[in-house]
């Protein structure tokens, strides 16, 4: 399991004119799952991650000044592969891979709502390290960028059908905790 904190950045664009621009900090917690091979102090794996968040944040629209734009990160995902050197119970380690994530957007003037929902794909790289308290039990904290590029959004709804594109961009700090299955004799953190 794994808890922390993520920084994200939302620009809004419709038909190249800027809309809104928003900052986004909350908190996420997950899981992840993955397997090691250790060749003398070299670490080689595989991780798949998954994290649940509720960050949200809105901004006014530039373009439409009565308007108001809502973002929503609800779930990050990732798959990556991860290379890592090890002193003694400590492993030193850089990942990076496949990201995915799931959006809900809205725009709202008084009654009048448009909204539109997506699952993102990104990559991610990030740097970590992890120490072996026990041969089966390890803690680790990392660091990871997320870029998730700009996508093209279909809004619909009483405010009125329009394309938007989200740029997006996040920082995820977070600790956690593994139970290595397997490899008991070993005295590293694989």
Same mark, same amino acid.
């Given at each position: 399991?794994?808890? $922390?904190?993520?920084? @994200?950045?939302?620009?809004?664009?419709? /038909?190249?004119?800027?809309?809104?621009? +928003?900052?986004?900090?909350?908190?996420?917690?997950? !899981?992840? +799952?993955?397997?090691?091979?250790?060749?003398?102090?070299?670490?080689?794996?595989?991780? @798949?991650?998954?994290?649940? /968040?509720?960050?949200?944040?809105?901004?006014?629209?530039?373009?439409?000044?009565?308007?108001?734009?809502?973002?929503?990160?609800? !779930?990050?995902?990732?798959?990556? *592969?991860?290379?890592?050197?090890?002193?003694?119970?400590?492993?030193?380690?850089?990942?990076?891979?496949? @990201?995915?994530?799931?959006?809900?957007?809205? +725009?709202?003037?008084?009654?009048?709502?448009?909204?539109?929902?997506?699952?993102?794909?990104?990559?991610?790289?990030? +740097? $970590?390290?992890?120490? !072996?308290?026990?041969?089966?039990?390890? *803690?680790?904290?990392?660091?990871?960028?997320?870029?998730?590029?700009?996508?093209?959004?279909?809004?619909?709804?009483?405010?009125? /059908?329009?394309?938007?594109?989200?740029?997006?961009?996040?920082?995820?700090?977070?600790? $956690?905790?593994?139970?290595?299955? *397997?490899?008991? $004799?070993?005295?590293?953190?694989?």
């Amino acid at each position: 399991g794994n808890a $922390g904190g993520l920084w @994200a950045k939302k620009d809004w664009t419709n /038909t190249g004119i800027a809309e809104s621009s +928003v900052d986004i900090s909350s908190w996420l917690a997950g !899981a992840q +799952v993955g397997c090691n091979y250790q060749v003398s102090a070299w670490v080689f794996g595989i991780q @798949a991650d998954y994290d649940w /968040t509720n960050a949200s944040a809105t901004a006014t629209d530039a373009f439409f000044l009565a308007t108001t734009d809502q973002t929503k990160i609800k !779930a990050l995902a990732s798959v990556t *592969g991860r290379v890592g050197y090890a002193w003694d119970r400590f492993l030193g380690y850089v990942k990076g891979g496949g @990201a995915w994530e799931s959006d809900e957007y809205s +725009v709202f003037s008084g009654a009048l709502v448009s909204t539109a929902s997506e699952t993102r794909t990104g990559w991610t790289i990030g +740097v $970590g390290g992890e120490y !072996a308290f026990t041969d089966w039990l390890t *803690g680790f904290v990392e660091y990871d960028f997320y870029d998730f590029g700009t996508k093209s959004n279909t809004f619909a709804g009483t405010f009125g /059908t329009t394309i938007v594109d989200i740029k997006e961009t996040k920082s995820v700090a977070k600790a $956690g905790l593994n139970i290595k299955f *397997g490899g008991w $004799g070993g005295g590293g953190p694989v």
